[in-house]
């Protein structure tokens, strides 16, 4: 229900953030309603003050007047040596908004990341060929008192390709790929409202996301062969509306076989909803 009034537009509050800001309040309405099974009344004042909890904080989340602090100075810099030809960004990391876009200029990967227990790492490897840039969060907590987070910028460099595995408690925000050179991307996340943005600059990038509570919107070019594979539980896509051809479980686009760039997506979710643009 929730799902439907949010894509009707009546509400404008995630029910992926409250489900998992208020993840605890769900254990303890089913643990009651197993206690209290032969009590209907009990069982079902439990779930009305349950559900009107979940709302309550929804409205609160949608007219709060809190947002993430804003920094453009970047705390994160590696220079992109003329000797690397690929590099490696594995990011572990809890409650994050988070943009990724290209650039263009002397630095490997350069920006800002809002969170001092976070530590960074660089290492080189095959004579000096390949970078490895680890995020990685000392403490992974997520402090419900400010549930969104902390946020993230950064820029990759569009000159050498891309490896780039994250595991991400929470996550929201813009992830643009276009203009990088990526051939895998492997997401973890638990919980949030994520767009990605993919890009034709390779021939082969491989997608494998497996996330709990998300909302995903993906964006290819229509230059691109595509192929989705969608799994999980209680999900809404609009793979079916693509008209697709439907092949071994996996949604194939009309180009595949004659692109130049193809990308597999492979997606298994528990809740939420899944979209594809092709632009």
Same mark, same amino acid.
């Given at each position: 229900?929730?799902?439907?009034?949010?894509?009707?537009?009546?509400i404008?509050?995630s029910?992926?953030?409250?489900?998992?800001?208020?993840?605890?309040?769900?254990?303890?309405?089913v643990?009651?309603?197993?206690?209290?099974n032969?009590?209907?009344?009990?069982?079902?004042?439990?779930?009305?003050?349950?559900f009107?909890?979940i709302?309550?904080?929804?409205?609160?989340?949608?007219y709060?007047?809190?947002?993430l602090?804003?920094?453009?100075?970047?705390?994160?810099?590696?220079?992109?040596?003329?000797n690397?030809?690929?590099?490696?960004?594995?990011?572990?990391?809890?409650?994050?908004?988070?943009?990724?876009?290209?650039?263009?200029?002397?630095?490997?990967?350069d920006?800002?990341?809002?969170?001092?227990?976070?530590?960074?790492?660089?290492?080189?490897?095959?004579n000096?060929?390949?970078?490895?840039?680890?995020?990685?969060?000392?403490?992974?907590?997520?402090?419900?008192?400010?549930?969104?987070?902390?946020?993230?910028? $950064?820029?990759? @460099? %569009?000159?050498?390709i891309?490896?780039?595995? !994250? =595991?991400?408690?929470?996550?929201? &925000? +813009?992830?643009?790929?276009?203009? $990088?050179?990526v @051939? %895998?991307?492997?997401?973890?996340f638990?919980a !949030? =409202?994520?767009?990605?943005?993919? &890009? +034709?600059?390779?021939?082969?990038?491989?997608v494998?996301? %497996?996330?709990?509570?998300?909302?995903?919107?993906?964006?290819?070019?229509?230059?691109? &062969?595509?192929?989705?594979?969608l799994?999980g539980?209680?999900?809404?896509?609009n793979?079916?509306?693509?008209?697709?051809?439907?092949?071994?479980?996996?949604?194939?686009?009309?180009?595949?076989?004659?692109?130049l760039?193809?990308t597999?997506?492979d997606?298994d979710?528990?809740v939420?909803?899944f979209?594809l643009?092709v632009e």
């Amino acid at each position: 229900i929730f799902l439907l009034l949010n894509n009707l537009d009546f509400i404008k509050w995630s029910v992926f953030e409250v489900a998992f800001d208020l993840w605890p309040l769900i254990l303890i309405a089913v643990g009651a309603s197993i206690v209290f099974n032969d009590k209907k009344t009990i069982k079902t004042l439990v779930w009305i003050g349950f559900f009107v909890i979940i709302i309550a904080y929804g409205f609160y989340l949608q007219y709060s007047t809190y947002r993430l602090p804003t920094n453009d100075k970047p705390n994160i810099s590696y220079q992109l040596d003329s000797n690397i030809k690929a590099a490696s960004l594995d990011l572990d990391l809890t409650g994050v908004d988070l943009k990724i876009n290209s650039s263009s200029d002397t630095d490997l990967l350069d920006g800002y990341i809002g969170n001092p227990n976070v530590d960074k790492k660089i290492d080189y490897l095959s004579n000096g060929e390949k970078a490895k840039i680890v995020l990685k969060e000392r403490v992974r907590r997520v402090n419900l008192r400010t549930n969104k987070g902390y946020q993230g910028n $950064l820029y990759l @460099s %569009n000159k050498v390709i891309w490896d780039i595995d !994250g =595991d991400i408690g929470a996550v929201s &925000g +813009n992830m643009d790929f276009r203009d $990088l050179k990526v @051939s %895998n991307l492997d997401l973890d996340f638990g919980a !949030g =409202d994520v767009k990605l943005l993919l &890009g +034709n600059n390779v021939d082969s990038l491989n997608v494998d996301i %497996n996330a709990g509570a998300t909302n995903i919107n993906i964006v290819v070019p229509k230059d691109l &062969g595509v192929k989705v594979k969608l799994d999980g539980g209680l999900k809404r896509s609009n793979l079916k509306d693509l008209n697709w051809n439907l092949v071994n479980g996996w949604y194939v686009s009309p180009n595949y076989e004659t692109s130049l760039s193809k990308t597999s997506i492979d997606v298994d979710m528990g809740v939420g909803n899944f979209d594809l643009k092709v632009e």
